[in-house]
């Protein structure tokens, strides 16, 4: 690869010869017939993924009426059915039933299900703050539905019950996707991407909005310097902007182009392209998360057996290697032992593709 003037690395002509130059361009050709190929594969796919979430369906709603007491399970129900296998089980869940509480017939489902299992993310976990748990309180069910048409996607659907915090029963975040190639740059194809992420409006009770917090301010008067506190809104931190959308218009900025070929960046727009990028990045992992992970398997992150790792990357050890450091640096020996690699831990993080 050369860097060109602006510092931008390029690929690095090759010279060959014209007969060679032939074949190679025929290779490429080859190359875009395989591009169309993964594009209608992933479009199949996609389609494949529809089918197969309808069959769910049944199994989450009766997850719903379990965890929000509208269906008691039979003591058959009841048996966790791999009991004789627990011993063998790598992680297990540690569900006891305690002798010191008395039996609660008042108790309706599995209390506060959704926000325990939230909680017990890293991702999802880290955004939830202290004032956004009464609410979450609240949350009944999460589900995914599917568009097995153009534009395909999915849309997060967040149940709740009656509240004194806004009006809504169902708050939702949709994503679109594409599973067509850039025409511009056909060879960058890497399966199919979001390119849109739409929220909704949550209609908050009076002086109910926790996404805003009311902060005094002096101003000064120019000509007659007096002071006047005034009372205006700003925005904190809370779980509750995940339902805004991105970007103003939900169209993530690297696919601005694609979507409409006319399309020019501007200059100025830069910068405030590049915030928006990564604001539309992170609100694609959360919402990603929510699909691949919480929804399908949130009882699991509820008792504790899956844990969500996805903050760490391949550059996190643990403790074990630090040990090791530590008595590389002592015996100021180095070793190629197996023993002494660092190991890295796993993690449930996804790439970018829908």
């Given at each position: 690869?050369?860097?060109?003037?602006?510092?931008?690395?390029?690929?690095t002509?090759?010279?060959?010869?014209?007969?060679?130059?032939?074949?190679?361009?025929?290779?490429?050709?080859?190359?875009l017939?395989?591009?169309?190929?993964?594009?209608?594969?992933?479009?199949?796919?996609?389609?494949?993924?529809?089918r197969?979430?309808?069959?769910?369906?049944?199994?989450?709603?009766?997850?719903?009426?379990?965890?929000?007491?509208?269906?008691?399970?039979?003591?058959?129900?009841?048996?966790?059915a791999?009991?004789?296998l627990?011993?063998?089980?790598e992680?297990?869940?540690?569900?006891?039933?305690?002798?010191?509480?008395?039996?609660?017939?008042?108790?309706?489902?599995?209390?506060?299900?959704?926000?325990?299992?939230?909680?017990?993310?890293?991702?999802?976990?880290?955004?939830?703050?202290?004032?956004?748990?009464?609410?979450?309180?609240?949350?009944?069910?999460?589900?995914?539905?599917?568009?097995?048409?153009?534009?395909?996607?999915?849309?997060?659907?967040f149940?709740?019950?009656?509240n004194?915090y806004?009006?809504?029963?169902?708050?939702?975040?949709?994503?679109?996707?594409?599973?067509?190639?850039?025409?511009?740059?056909?060879?960058?194809?890497?399966?199919?991407a979001?390119?849109?992420?739409?929220?909704?409006?949550?209609?908050?009770?009076?002086?109910?909005?926790?996404?805003?917090?009311?902060?005094?301010?002096?101003?000064?008067?120019?000509?007659?310097?007096?002071?006047?506190?005034?009372?205006?809104?700003?925005?904190?931190?809370s779980?509750?902007?995940?339902?805004?959308?991105?970007?103003?218009?939900?169209?993530?900025?690297?696919?601005?182009?694609?979507?409409d070929?006319?399309?020019?960046?501007?200059?100025?727009?830069?910068?405030q392209?590049?915030?928006?990028?990564?604001?539309?990045?992170?609100?694609?992992?959360?919402?990603?998360?929510f699909?691949e992970?919480?929804?399908?398997?949130?009882?699991?992150?509820?008792t504790?057996?899956?844990v969500?790792?996805?903050?760490y990357?391949?550059?996190?050890?643990?403790?074990?290697?630090?040990?090791?450091?530590?008595?590389?640096?002592?015996?100021?020996?180095e070793?190629?032992?197996e023993?002494?690699?660092?190991?890295?831990?796993?993690?449930?993080?996804?790439?970018?593709?829908?």
């Amino acid at each position: 690869m050369e860097k060109s003037q602006n510092g931008v690395e390029e690929p690095t002509p090759i010279s060959l010869p014209k007969e060679v130059v032939k074949r190679v361009n025929a290779l490429k050709n080859i190359q875009l017939t395989m591009v169309d190929i993964e594009t209608k594969f992933y479009d199949e796919l996609h389609r494949l993924e529809c089918r197969y979430a309808a069959m769910f369906d049944p199994l989450y709603a009766q997850r719903e009426l379990i965890v929000n007491g509208n269906y008691e399970p039979t003591n058959e129900e009841g048996k966790w059915a791999l009991e004789e296998l627990a011993g063998d089980m790598e992680k297990k869940a540690v569900i006891t039933e305690s002798l010191s509480i008395p039996e609660c017939p008042s108790v309706r489902g599995i209390p506060e299900f959704w926000l325990h299992a939230m909680k017990s993310t890293e991702i999802i976990g880290d955004a939830i703050q202290e004032h956004d748990e009464p609410i979450l309180k609240h949350l009944r069910d999460v589900r995914v539905r599917f568009r097995d048409s153009i534009p395909y996607g999915y849309t997060l659907e967040f149940h709740f019950d009656p509240n004194e915090y806004f009006t809504n029963s169902v708050l939702t975040k949709t994503y679109e996707l594409t599973t067509d190639k850039d025409p511009k740059d056909p060879f960058a194809y890497d399966g199919p991407a979001l390119y849109k992420s739409i929220g909704c409006i949550i209609n908050w009770n009076p002086e109910k909005n926790i996404t805003v917090k009311l902060v005094k301010k002096k101003q000064k008067h120019k000509s007659s310097g007096t002071i006047r506190i005034v009372t205006k809104e700003e925005k904190q931190d809370s779980f509750f902007n995940f339902f805004e959308s991105p970007t103003p218009d939900g169209i993530r900025p690297s696919y601005r182009h694609i979507l409409d070929p006319t399309y020019v960046p501007k200059e100025e727009n830069e910068e405030q392209d590049e915030e928006d990028e990564e604001l539309y990045e992170a609100d694609f992992e959360i919402g990603h998360f929510f699909k691949e992970f919480l929804i399908p398997k949130a009882v699991l992150y509820y008792t504790g057996e899956l844990v969500d790792e996805s903050g760490y990357d391949d550059e996190d050890y643990d403790d074990d290697e630090d040990e090791n450091d530590q008595n590389d640096e002592e015996d100021e020996e180095e070793t190629d032992d197996e023993d002494s690699k660092p190991r890295v831990k796993k993690s449930t993080k996804k790439s970018n593709k829908a």
